[in-house]
């Protein structure tokens, strides 16, 4: 049996002082200038950290301006509903390259659409998280958050305008850069 004089005292570690914990413009709580960002869970800000001088924080490719009427129906029909697809991929695809600090999946939700269309829930969960990818774009490009996720499946049951919504909404984003082409570089502002 060992004495207590026998175990080494453990080493002191010193405490790192804690960031101050700051108030946001929306109220939320943010833990300094030092907080990572994160999906609004508690203790972390929802919004990324912003440059005190207004300037681009990050930066991203342009997103891709498209005519809503062309998308909503106009090419669908002529495609025999294939561009449906192919546009819900594109627009995953640019929000993953416009704001690279999210993580985006570009083919699964399309994946959705395709194999779990005949489930109803699973297309209206994948139009909810599109909706709110493309407030976070808006977000990210120092636009008004206008999206609203609840409406990009509400609209599905309304003749699917909920597709030309979608198409409104992102392209704001697009205006939000004129002149610039798509895929070409953009500043990120949030």
Known sequence: MTEPSDIPPTPQVPQQPQPPIVAGPDGSASMGATNPVHDGSAGFSPHPPTNQAGGAVASGLAV???????????????????????WYYKIHKEMAEFDRRRQIPVVGPMLVLLLLGWTVIGPLISYHNAGARIRNAQRAAGLPETCSPLLCWLLAFVFSTNLLYMQFELNKVADRYPGAAPHSPVPLFV
């Open 64 to 86: 891709k301006r498209r005519n809503p009427f062309a998308v909503w129906i106009g090419l669908p029909l002529i495609t025999l509903g294939i561009y449906y697809f192919v």
